[in-house]
């Protein structure tokens, strides 16, 4: 071991000491390591004050520094610009390298390059490792190298690839005598940073291998707790997918939804444009109406199609929807309102507890049949046969919209028939 110098482990969407690439390769390194973790302001500044996503990392980064702190070791934060952070750490620590998990989104590929500039123009080498998806970049692709861009055939060839040397874990805790035995200060309050400080209740991570033996015949209905719920805890790394995927390995439509994961974490990676752009350019051209009254009412459960309303009002109420009904708003919002896609994204983006970017928007232009391996445009579906198929008796929905079936509840902002036949006008001669 070189005490001389430290190996910085820096921790982003790997919120986690066990099973964790990044840690494990800085633990690794022959020198200590230090844990640090950047409360990002570009990223902050754009969350309102009462977010529940900032609440959940924060009680999940006290829990660590406990932890840490019991080792003798503890965790560095900032609040701040992580290029203004890696300065004071280059000021204050002599780094032999720096250890991070990769990250696909736009910002974080261009933030980590800012990064990577400033540690090699004093010859710290910036280390990134795969570690929330089994496969990235490159790493499933067709024969000919280029990247798939239909789900079916991806899945197959990421099943072909996957052996067990994907999913195995990495051994940390072996390692943890090579922390940097030294105390921090606290972990900033959310009041600091301009958060407010609530009481929340956030699923928890155990695996329910009874829901996952029933997942195929049940995850469509919304009333029944028929789906894991481990969706915040995927998108902040709290949990292992190599841990998930293990378990996932009986139940193929529950390791579907794993690789969906992986696929659109691909997408994201090799078409970073369609964050706000149509991934079928033709798409791009569909006249979109202008609605702001259209919108605020699908935004507030006030559209008079009960499962469109009971599912933005869970959105709204807990910060999670199901994601059949999460399919049916989608295309309600696109479909029959002809409201761009990017609206919904960008709301679902400020309310979801498990927001991220690669998927919501890879799940929106699929509504939208702007995507890749979308739903053709001419599928729009119909709040009342879904309703009819997934919640018969109207437990789902006599949940979330209680004056259901009254005469306090709102008409149909809009008739079935009319907006099918409109949007198929419109995207028809559009894409003509």
């Not at 406990?66 to 992580?82: A, E, V, W």
């Not at 790493?139 to 999913?167: C, R």
């Not at 209740?201 to 009333?223: C, E, M, N, W």
């Not at 445009?377 to 209680?402: G, L």
Request: hydrophobic share 40%; net charge positive; charged share 25%.
């Amino acid at each position: 071991m070189n005490f001389k110098k430290i190996a910085i482990y820096w921790m982003r969407r790997d919120i986690r000491l066990h099973d964790n690439a990044a840690f494990y390769e800085a633990l690794k390194s022959g020198h200590q390591v230090l844990p640090i973790f950047i409360f990002d302001a570009h990223i902050l500044m754009h969350l309102p004050t009462r977010d529940a996503r900032v609440l959940f990392i924060h009680q999940e980064l006290e829990a660590i520094q406990k932890t840490l702190r019991d080792m003798g070791s503890d965790i560095l934060f900032f609040h701040g610009s992580p290029m203004e952070a890696f300065q004071s750490l280059l000021q204050k620590f002599d780094i032999a390298e720096v250890h991070a998990s990769r990250d696909y989104e736009p910002y974080a590929q261009k933030r980590d390059k800012q990064i990577f500039d400033l540690l090699a123009e004093r010859g710290i080498p910036f280390k990134g490792k795969k570690d929330h998806v089994i496969f990235d970049k490159n790493e499933i692709t067709k024969d000919d190298g280029k990247p798939y861009t239909v789900f079916t055939p991806y899945s197959k060839k990421w099943k072909s690839k996957l052996t067990a040397y994907q999913y195995k874990p990495y051994p940390n805790e072996q390692y943890f005598d090579r922390l940097w035995p030294s105390k921090q200060a606290d972990i900033p309050t959310l009041e600091s940073m301009g958060f407010e400080s609530f009481q929340f209740s956030f699923p928890g991570k155990d695996v329910d291998t009874h829901i996952l033996s029933q997942y195929g015949s049940q995850r469509d209905f919304p009333a029944i707790r028929g789906t894991s719920r481990l969706s915040l805890h995927l998108r902040f790394g709290t949990v292992s997918i190599r841990a998930l995927v293990q378990k996932a390995l009986p139940h193929e439509k529950w390791l579907n939804e794993l690789i969906w994961r992986d696929f659109y974490q691909a997408i994201l990676f090799h078409y970073p444009h369609t964050i706000d752009q149509a991934f079928k350019p033709a798409y791009d051209r569909i006249p979109w109406r202008k609605d702001e009254e259209g919108f605020k009412r699908w935004c507030e459960g006030r559209t008079g199609y009960p499962l469109v309303d009971a599912g933005m009002r869970e959105l709204n109420a807990t910060g999670f929807m199901h994601n059949r009904v999460r399919m049916v708003v989608a295309s309600f919002l696109t479909k029959h309102l002809l409201i761009d896609w990017r609206l919904g994204e960008r709301y679902f983006a400020e309310k979801l507890l498990d927001f991220d970017l690669a998927s919501n928007v890879g799940g929106w232009q699929w509504a939208a049949s702007s995507g890749c391996d979308a739903a053709p445009y001419f599928r729009v579906f119909n709040p009342e046969s879904q309703t009819e198929k997934f919640d018969r008796d109207h437990i789902y929905i006599k949940h979330w919209v209680p004056e259901f079936g009254t005469s306090k509840y709102t008409l149909p902002m809009v008739e079935h028939r009319f907006a099918r036949e409109r949007v198929l006008s419109v995207y028809k001669e559009a894409l003509a």
